[in-house]
């Protein structure tokens, strides 16, 4: 009976169109990609862990691919300090981004930091990055998160940009992709420092819920869900 | 009174002099004074001093007229006799007949007929003259909508003037005033109002007219909001007054449409009013009518003030809606998020995060999840929502099969709404065929497959002139529209249409069971409710892929504004309107109505053709029929006949497409009026004793001996003065006298 259900279950598989597709931003100028495995290893645990259904691996794409209108989610990762974006390239994420996309960078070191923050601050000029609150929905939209993960601890706090009651821009300084990435073995990359396994685990449940929060929004805020949140918290 | 000159028929002695009365006074005084002690020592010096005394008194006299200057003060006058205002009530307590067999009003008008004698008789001395509670004027019917005895009186009593006197007021009431008089707690409060009537120094004589009947429960006060909001608690106060009947304890009833709501027990005091409160919390959205009634007690002198009714208008807040979402997505997102922007609708989400089948490798404290409570939302709670979206939902993994038999309950019966959104667990995927929801959904499902190609949907001719397409401004062609926006991805098949299903977007290839196109959005009105159907789960990409293409996006927030309100029947989504000028009428005014015609593309529809229908308490329905003008519009003048709700309801009938709308308008039959019905000798009695009136029942009503003021008032039309005594002549006087003594004293030996 039960295999039967799940044979009913499982009989319809989703369309691509209505999965969650990963895009990463491709750039001249810099190392885009520094942890490749580290979006499948997240998609992976993701689809494991939830009900989202994603496309598993990341498609890399140009600020200015048409592709872009089917991946709502960006993931901008580099090591090392990147080239300006052109002008185009400004624009079409600024478009992106006001158009409903939300963006994860994800800073291996401080130069890359740096630079990125530059071509932040050219394409959302007037919004400027703010340290994202502990009690950020973020922190709660799937796990409860007491403590930040990474491969490093750099900075103790993200960083991101509101608008419209959005974050729509979530930035780390901590190499979360480090800390997931995993090869097709399941042995992960890189060692986590200083926190070790515990601070790899506080950087996968970051991943699912920074996904959790993009699809959801502030839905973990609705009055249903405080009551429960709170006495788990105690 | 004959030696006066002609024109002249009044004189008087006055003074002429410019120093004022109490000058003069003194002056006669001092010199009385004077003259009395000279006259007194001369009496006692000898005769010869006698007539020097008597020189003295003349000359004081000289000098006394010469300071008072005496005139005579010829007149010309008329003398008005004083007025009698007969105030008589005719407000509608005075319909009532005290358990006799005559009205109180009929009683007043035999008293009058059977005193018209001693009236005429008063006539010749003093003329009458008729007010109204509302004014001047004779009582005809006893109608008035309020009793303010205060306010009554005031237009008699201010028209005392010299011109016209007003020599007494006759007050003919039952005293049941509905204002301060009436409400005052205390005989001294009372007493200190009527005396704001002494003032005019008219006397007002009562007569109270009642009966030996007085007692009465009555409701004196119903507050209540007009409008209310669905599933919000309303408040009701009662207050419940006595007379006659001492300190009671009953109970009041809260009936709805007829049927008892609930009840409450008020105790009544000795004096004063017992309040009772009620709270509604309504369901539905409309209007409706609620009673509150108190029970007739026994040798009650009047029972139609026992009960009263009002209207209470539920409308809606704000949309509340519940969103079920099988698992987060882009098409969940979008949706979310333009619904929690929506300052109409009050979302409440649920959203599967986490199958059964999914890995937990953390303990539940450590994770934000909650219990999906499928009974509360599906069977306890459902009632409280207006509009139930299932999002790509599949309802098997949480054993609620039992509770989709209320989902389809609450769209039949309870006028709730239902959507379903597409994906791989929606409609066949989801197995929603085998369910109760099959027969309220918009479409047939028996098919479980999907068809991912990307597809521009095509506008169908319903989908042309439907107000959920209402996505641009008219004049813009929708296909058109249409057409511009990015394309879909992906739709769940299904076999087409279900009975009384509406497709108004259909996909351009796959066909349903019948050969037509497949719909990808349709609509239904099942039962009391409305459903819609969206196969596919990518309607966001109008809204991001718009965006990114620089375009506004605003096709697809509109899109959602308008399904939710043509799924919550919003007015403005309707074609027929109904509305009154007024939502509370007096009995005897007129109400404007307004019905208000659009057509299948929500514009004004001129000439169709439209039935009005209002239905009064004991009065035949009144009919009207007629076209509508070229803004759409037909409207009717209607007079209100009697109290109570007033109900409306437009037809229009439109290639065979009925439409109907109802209205609900209170015709005001004076409530407070109606309220306390019971003759009040107190009020009565405070009136006359604060204006020195006499107050009386009608039943020993005598005209001789009501108070009165000055019977008549005089008026000097013409007068003149002519001086008595010539001051020069006075003086010499004076002055001849002075000599006469100063020569007397001279010759006798005095000086």
């Not at chain 1, 007037?126 to 993960?149: N, Q």
């Not at chain 1, 926190?195 to 502030?218: H, K, V």
């Amino acid at each position: 009976m039960i295999a039967l259900l799940l044979l009913t279950l499982s009989a319809i598989e989703p369309h691509p169109s209505s999965t969650v597709a990963f895009a990463q931003l491709k750039y001249a100028g810099g190392a885009w990609n520094p942890r490749p495995n580290a979006i499948r290893r997240l998609s992976f645990e993701i689809e494991k862990r939830t009900s989202i259904i994603t496309t598993h691996e990341a498609t890399p794409v140009a600020a200015t691919d048409a592709r872009l209108v089917d991946m709502p989610f960006m993931y901008w990762a580099g090591d090392g300090a990147m080239a300006p974006l052109d002008g185009a390239q400004v624009a079409a994420l600024r478009r992106y981004v006001k158009a409903g996309g939300v963006i994860f960078i994800d800073c291996v070191d401080e130069a890359f930091e740096a630079s990125v923050k530059k071509e932040l601050l050219r394409i959302l000029p007037e919004s400027p990055l703010g340290l994202i609150p502990e009690e950020h929905v973020l922190y709660k939209s799937f796990y409860l998160i007491p403590a930040h993960g990474g491969r490093v601890l750099r900075k103790p706090a993200l960083e991101g940009i509101v608008q419209e009651d959005r974050l729509v821009v979530v930035l780390s300084p901590n190499d979360h992709g480090g800390a997931w990435s995993r090869d097709d073995f399941g042995r992960y990359d890189f060692e986590v420092e200083p926190g070790g396994e515990s601070q790899r685990e506080m950087a996968l449940r970051f991943g699912i819920n920074l996904l959790m929060y993009t699809l959801c929004l502030d839905y973990k805020e609705d009055q249903v869900h405080i009551p429960f949140i709170m006495r788990r918290r105690k | 009174m004959k030696l006066l000159p002609p024109g002249y028929n009044d004189w008087a002695f006055i003074s002429q002099s410019p120093l004022n009365g109490w000058v003069l006074a003194v002056a006669a005084v001092v010199t009385l004074a004077i003259v009395t002690m000279s006259v007194l020592a001369y009496l006692r010096a000898g005769r010869r001093y006698l007539v020097l005394g008597a020189l003295h008194v003349v000359a004081a006299l000289s000098v006394l007229i010469v300071v008072v200057q005496p005139a005579l003060d010829l007149r010309a006058v008329t003398r008005i006799p004083g007025r009698i205002a007969f105030v008589i009530d005719d407000s509608q307590s005075m319909a009532e007949n005290d358990g006799l067999p005559k009205s109180r009003a009929e009683r007043v008008n035999q008293w009058l007929a059977e005193h018209q004698a001693e009236l005429d008789a008063l006539k010749g001395q003093n003329p009458i003259e008729y007010y109204t509670l509302s004014g001047p004027g004779r009582a005809t019917r006893a109608q008035g909508p309020e009793s303010d005895l205060l306010q009554a009186l005031r237009p008699p009593l201010s028209s005392n003037d010299k011109a016209r006197p007003l020599s007494a007021v006759v007050l003919v009431s039952d005293g049941a005033d509905t204002e301060a008089l009436g409400q005052a707690a205390t005989a001294a409060e009372r007493k200190k109002l009527a005396e704001r009537l002494a003032a005019a120094d008219v006397p007002v004589n009562t007569i109270t007219v009642g009966g030996k009947r007085s007692a009465d429960l009555y409701i004196s006060g119903v507050i209540q909001d007009p409008i209310a909001f669905v599933r919000n608690t309303v408040k009701v106060e009662v207050r419940v007054e006595q007379k006659g009947l001492g300190a009671v304890t009953v109970p009041v009833s809260l009936k709805r449409e007829g049927s008892l709501v609930t009840q409450q027990t008020a105790r009544v005091p000795e004096s004063g009013a017992a309040k009772v409160q009620f709270e509604i919390v309504p369901a539905e959205v409309g209007e409706f009518v609620f009673t509150v009634e108190v029970p007739v007690q026994p040798d009650e002198a009047v029972v139609e003030n026992n009960k009263r009714e009002f209207i209470v208008k539920v409308v809606r807040d704000k949309i509340r809606a519940l969103l079920v979402s099988g698992r987060p997505s882009w098409d969940e997102r979008f949706l979310r998020r333009s619904l929690k922007l929506s300052p109409n609708v009050d979302l409440i989400s649920f959203f599967i995060l986490r199958t059964p089948s999914d890995f937990q490798p953390v303990p539940q404290n450590e994770s934000s999840l909650i219990p999906f409570p499928t009974h509360e939302l599906f069977e306890t709670e459902l009632h409280t929502f207006d509009v139930v979206v299932l999002q790509n939902f599949d309802y098997r993994p949480y054993n609620m099969a039992y509770l989709l038999k209320n989902l389809r309950e609450h769209v039949l019966n309870k006028g709730g709404a239902l959507a379903m959104f597409g994906g791989e667990s929606s409609f066949g995927g989801g197995a929603y065929a085998q369910t109760p929801l099959a027969d309220v959904l918009p479409v047939e499902m028996a098919a479980a497959e999907m068809d991912s190609r990307d597809f521009q949907p095509v506008l169908t001719t319903a989908g042309e002139k439907h107000p959920v397409l209402r996505l641009q401004a008219a004049s813009t062609s929708r296909s058109k529209a249409i057409a511009a926006l990015p394309k879909l991805s992906g739709v769940m098949k299904v076999d087409g249409l279900a009975p009384g299903g509406t497709a108004l977007l259909v996909h351009p290839d796959l066909k349903a069971r019948d050969g037509s196109p497949m719909p990808v959005l349709a609509v239904r009105e099942v039962g009391k409710g409305r459903t819609l159907a969206v196969t596919t789960d990518t309607l966001w990409r109008w809204s991001f892929a718009d965006k990114m293409r620089g375009e506004s996006g605003q096709a697809y927030e509109r899109l959602i504004a308008q399904m939710f309100r043509w799924l919550m029947r919003d007015p403005e989504a309707s074609r027929l309107r109904l509305v009154a000028s007024r939502d509370r009428v007096r009995v005897g005014e007129s109400v404007d109505y307004s019905v208000r015609v659009l057509g299948a593309d929500y514009q004004p529809l001129p000439k169709a053709p439209v039935t009005l229908t209002i239905s009064e308490h004991s009065r035949p329905d009144t009919v009207t029929s007629g076209e509508t003008a070229e803004d759409g519009t037909y409207s009717y003048s209607y007079t209100v006949q009697h109290g109570g709700v007033v109900r409306a309801k437009a037809e229009a009938r439109l290639e065979d497409d009925p439409l109907e709308a109802t209205l609900l308008v209170y015709g005001d039959d004076a409530d407070k009026e109606r309220a306390a019905l019971g003759s009040r000798d107190d009020v009565m009695g405070a009136i006359a004793d604060a204006t020195g009136g006499v107050a009386q029942s009608l039943d020993r009503a005598d005209p001789s001996a009501w108070a009165r003021a000055k019977a008549t008032t005089t008026n000097v039309d013409r007068h003149q003065e002519i001086a008595l005594w010539n001051t020069w002549a006075a003086l010499l006087v004076v002055v001849s006298v002075l000599a006469v003594e100063w020569w007397l004293r001279r010759r006798w030996g005095f000086v």
